[in-house]
């Protein structure tokens, strides 16, 4: 078993790995460009190293996740603001959000270095290049950028290697890198995984972290025979790692997913279907559930996979609950119209459901939201990193008039056990997650109707809408899966025992669909 | 002894060096020769007492004046205010007759040599290198400055060594300073200024330096000032010599009128110690 992990580990890794070169490259590179300037300007002019170098440290304090997610809304809102006003708009998911991002983190290294080795230099070398007769910029770039080099070298080793690391955290934006095996194996409880992802990037930042030392010792010891050895070294890491990508030619078509193992087994089945129909394929594994659908409207994606309810209550707005017949239909049409995306349903509900330990449930004789309500005030309730700012926990809670205690958030593995080790009441429960089966869930009613239906859907982009090829491959798919299957398929991901990965489910579930 | 290749990238690109309205430099090097005029030169830092006070004097073409004075006297100071590294608050300096003021500062610079003490070489750049800078700066042909940096090898006596490829670490201090000496002297000055440029080096090697930059100032005919607190290197390298005390100049004159007519006590002091050292070696000697 274990070896099937990794062969599927290794399987990713030219692709991984070369997206994950890419963006840190070109991060650092536009972080030299923006920093090395800033720190010569702020060199020359002392009232503005006070301000350059603390706005690089407060950007320094923001988590790397943080600031890497900050950038997809302001990149939206510049997008539709240069759409409005030029007529072009840009991808606001994955590359550009994930270089301008590292960038910025890897500014601080670079500036407090340049700054510090320019200033620290021997005024009496400085007076020499003067006498000499050297105008201020000659005797910038011929004595004082050389005798600093071993230093600012030094600043930006440091970056390289922040950037290599945070770069991991560039996945749940729409970034391939080797976060990918990170997040993926976080969300199927896959250890190996997530272990062969943190020395994947490990070993890329040591390497380049010994050639960049090799660099600046090169420079410090005035040795040009390393300083060429040690630049020709990251070039050729460099220029491996990136090989792979230039495989890819012509139309690729993106599947994306978001962030649990219902996702990546779907995804895995959607790309198979893909290839063996003959199109280029790639994933985008790991997106926010907002992320998602908009990287969908704006084309960073072809293809996701949605739930009815989902669409209804944070896209349309809607609040009513016209049952889930009603629902698929107006939602279908409403894409149709608005984003000219085409809907396939593949026929189970996988809802929001607030579950409960059935042996609590059935001591205080809970069976539905009405009669949780009653018990609310003493009980945490745990929840994913959505559902507790999403409309729908709005109108449930207006609806039952809920007042809990305490919420906790979850990844949504660890939500189940939590309920089931006590550590919390009830949680907000997927319908179709294997584990309500396996850890003896009791799913409580929802009389007022207060969740909207959550019917699974394969959303396809405006631009493969009519793609006759595309809907010939993921046709067979239409209504072919039912709840018990895919609750069977998740908990072949989820359980410890036997684990598959979502690779392995999605070929059982292929096979499922034939019979 | 190993030798570090040159790298070029280190080096001066001649195309930026000589898009620097040459002609015009040289043109202007070429009319200059080496008299240099303090005019009632002050320099004061902000409200604080004048660190130069109204400093007049007239140095001729070919002449070697030592300015001397204890540390904190101003000497340094006034020196910096020849070339521009520091600007007076009150007064001129002319050279030939011309306020130096009146020009691009770079450009007077090119036309001085300019040794410090001990540091001063660029610890990155060859020893070619370091004294190929201004002629780079100034466009000069590539040959041209290989020529001139063996000529000048040569002339402060490092020709028979393959020196040039070496970096100043590699050097002895002495080197470094001879060195020092043939970068200031590359571009053909006619005014040499020196920044105690023997303070540092060892007793023995001091005097034969001084003793051979005094007939490099002979053979090309320069005009030297050279700043020192030592008043025998004073009395052997110098024409005349200028004393200066707290920012004020208190006598120039010859060697021979300044041990003859001291104009106070302190310029006495000044001169007795050499005197007395001399007094007391000579006595010792004799009871050998």
């Known amino acids: ?67 890497l997610a900050l950038f997809y809304p302001l990149l939206v809102i510049i997008s539709a603001f240069t759409t409005d006003m030029f007529g072009f708009g840009f991808r606001a998911l994955g590359f550009l959000p994930a270089v301008l991002a590292l960038a910025l983190y890897s500014m601080l290294p670079v500036l407090r270095n340049t700054i510090v080795g320019l200033t620290g230099l021997d005024p009496a070398i400085i007076r020499a290049a003067r006498a000499t007769g050297m105008t201020p910029w000659q005797s910038l770039w011929l004595v004082e950028l050389p005798l600093a080099a071993p230093v600012i070298m030094a600043g930006i080793r440091t970056a390289a290697v922040w950037v290599i690391g945070t770069a991991t955290l560039s996945t749940p934006i729409g970034q391939t890198s080797l976060g990918n095996y990170i997040f993926t194996g976080l969300q199927t409880e896959n250890w190996v995984l997530v272990l062969f992802g943190c020395v994947a990037a490990a070993v890329l930042a040591l390497v380049i972290d010994r050639l960049l030392a090799l660099a600046e010792t090169g420079l410090a010891v005035r040795s040009p025979a390393r300083l060429w050895g040690a630049l020709a ?283 | 002894m190993t030798t570090i290749p040159r790298c070029s990238a280190w080096r001066i690109p001649p195309s930026r060096a000589a898009n620097s309205s040459l002609g015009n430099r040289r043109r202007l090097a070429q009319k200059w020769g080496g008299m240099i005029e303090l005019e009632n030169l002050t320099k004061r830092y902000g409200d604080a007492t004048p660190v130069v006070r109204d400093v007049s004097l007239r140095v001729d073409d070919g002449e070697f004046l030592v300015l001397i004075g204890e540390s904190g006297s101003g000497k340094t100071t006034t020196l910096n205010m020849i070339n521009r590294l520091a600007e007076p608050t009150g007064g001129r300096v002319l050279i030939d007759g011309a306020d130096v003021r009146s020009g691009d ?75 020092g000496v043939a970068r200031a002297l590359a571009a053909r000055p006619k005014i040499m200024l020196m920044d105690e440029p023997f303070g540092a080096l060892d007793a023995l090697i001091r005097d034969e330096l001084a003793a051979d930059y005094r007939a490099i100032h002979d053979k090309l005919g320069l005009t030297t000032i050279l700043v020192t607190h030592d008043m025998t290197e004073a009395f052997l390298l110098a024409d005349r010599i ?47």
């Not at chain 1, 002019?45 to 320094?60: C, D, K, T």
Request: aromatic residues 8%; proline residues 4%.
């Open chain 1, 1 to 67: 078993m274990t070896g099937n992990l990794f062969s599927a580990g290794f399987a990713n890794l030219p692709d991984y790995l070369g997206q994950h070169v890419l963006v840190s490259v070109c991060a650092i590179l536009l972080g030299l460009l923006v920093s090395l300037p800033l720190a010569i300007a702020a060199y020359r002019l002392a009232w503005l190293r006070g301000p350059a170098l603390a706005v690089a440290s407060v950007v320094q304090t923001i988590p790397g996740l943080a600031l």
């Open chain 1, 233 to 515: 070294g990251i070039a050729m890491v460099v220029g491996v790692s990136l090989f792979p990508l230039f495989g890819h030619a012509g139309d690729t078509v993106t599947v994306g997913t978001k962030s649990f193992d219902e996702q990546y087994i779907l995804g895995s089945l959607i790309q198979k279907r893909l290839n063996a129909a003959g199109f280029a394929s790639a994933r985008r594994d790991g997106l926010g559930s907002t992320v998602a659908f908009h990287a969908l409207t704006n084309g960073d994606i072809d293809i996701s996979i949605d739930y009815t309810g989902t669409i209804w209550a944070n896209e349309m707005k809607r609040t009513d609950q016209p049952g889930r017949t009603a629902v698929m239909v107006q939602m279908t049409a409403w894409l149709e119209k608005t984003y000219g995306i085409r809907v396939l349903s593949l026929g189970f509900e996988n809802a929001y459901a607030v579950a409960m330990r059935r042996d609590r449930a059935d001591a205080l004789h809970i069976a539905t939201l009405a009669d949780l309500a009653a018990h609310a005030g003493g009980m945490t309730i745990g929840g994913d990193y959505e559902i507790f700012s999403r409309p729908e926990w709005r109108a449930v809670t207006a609806a039952y008039g809920f007042k809990f205690a305490k919420q906790r958030q979850y990844q949504s593995d660890f939500m189940y056990r939590a309920v089931a080790s006590s550590d919390v009441d009830a949680i907000t429960a997927f319908s179709s997650d294997g584990r309500i089966a396996e850890y003896d869930l009791k799913l409580l009613g929802d009389p007022k109707g207060a969740f909207p239906p959550y019917d699974t859907v394969v959303l396809i982009s405006a631009k493969h809408a009519h793609d006759e090829k595309l809907l010939a491959a993921l046709k067979p798919l239409s209504g072919a899966i039912d709840l018990k299957t895919m609750q069977q398929a998740n908990l072949m991901v989820d359980r410890e025992k036997d684990k598959r990965t979502p690779e392995e489910t999605a070929d059982w579930l292929a096979a499922q669909i034939k019979r």
């Open chain 2, 105 to 179: 500062p770079v450009t007077l610079r090119r036309q001085i040599g300019f040794v410090f003490q001990e540091i001063g070489l660029f610890p990155h750049m060859t020893v070619g290198e370091n004294i190929a800078v201004t002629p780079r700066l100034l466009g000069w042909p590539e040959d041209g400055i290989a020529a001139r940096v063996r000529e000048l090898l040569s002339l402060v006596q490092l020709g028979s060594t393959d020196i040039a490829n070496r970096l100043p670490a590699q050097l002895s201090g002495g080197q470094r300073q001879r060195v």
């Open chain 2, 242 to 288: 200028a004393v200066m005390r707290e920012g004020v100049l208190l006598q120039i004159a010859t060697p021979k009128e300044l041990a003859a007519a001291p104009a106070n006590n302190f310029v006495r002091r000044m001169i007795e110690i050499p005197r007395r050292r001399a007094e007391k070696l000579a006595a010792t000697m004799q009871n050998a």
